[in-house]
């Protein structure tokens, strides 16, 4: 919940707008777990991931097909949150373009 209230004020910018805080929980490969929530309504909509107790903030940048979210603009070192359905994949892009799986095989838990 706390980290549900902090995407809130990260978004404080866009108060204006009417903003939407979706809360996630993802299992992945080796038992990790990651928490996210989505701020949908702003400009542009971001996702707000926990890692290992870092909070790590991505902005929607458009795809052909689910969603993308990145830490930095392309062409600068950042992680990237890729989701489809119920299924998401965590990567790190390095600056010269090369991309690492962190973690994959995350699937959306059931919320509580």
């Given at each position: ?15 204006a707008q009417e903003l939407e805080a979706l809360p996630m929980h ?87």
């Amino acid at each position: 919940m706390r980290l549900a209230a902090a995407a809130l004020l990260l978004a404080a910018p866009a108060a204006a707008q009417e903003l939407e805080a979706l809360p996630m929980h993802y299992g992945c490969d080796r038992g990790a777990r990651i928490e996210a929530v989505y701020v949908n309504g702003g400009m542009p909509a971001l996702a707000i991931l926990t890692l290992e107790g870092r909070m790590v903030v991505l902005s929607n940048v458009p795809s052909g097909s689910g969603a993308f979210y990145a830490e930095a603009p392309e062409g600068r070192a950042g992680y990237f949150w890729r989701t489809k359905g119920e299924e998401a994949t965590l990567s790190w892009r390095a600056a010269d373009g090369s991309e690492t799986d962190l973690l994959d095989g995350c699937t959306a838990l059931p919320q509580d």
